[in-house]
């Protein structure tokens, strides 16, 4: 089962960035990545919120 997210951390380093994720019980996993591959989760990021962005708000693309 998937735990819940705590916190997100993403620090510059001298050849990319380090993501740091901690989960609700505490676990943290370390990860690096290029600007690339940030560039890519970011707009994954953006994608999926776009796409729930209506029924977040409860618009009704029937009513616009």
């Known amino acids: 089962m998937a735990k819940g997210l705590a916190s997100l ?3 510059p380093t001298g050849d990319g960035y380090l993501l740091t994720i901690e989960d609700e019980d ?6 690096t ?10 707009e994954a990021v ?3 919120l776009n796409s729930d962005e209506d029924d977040v ?5 029937d009513e616009e």
Do not use: N
């Open 9 to 11: 951390v993403i620090a």
């Open 26 to 31: 505490g676990d943290v996993i370390e990860l």
């Open 33 to 42: 990545a290029t600007f690339e591959q940030l560039d890519l989760i970011a």
């Open 46 to 48: 953006d994608t999926q």
């Open 57 to 61: 708000l409860g618009i009704d693309e």
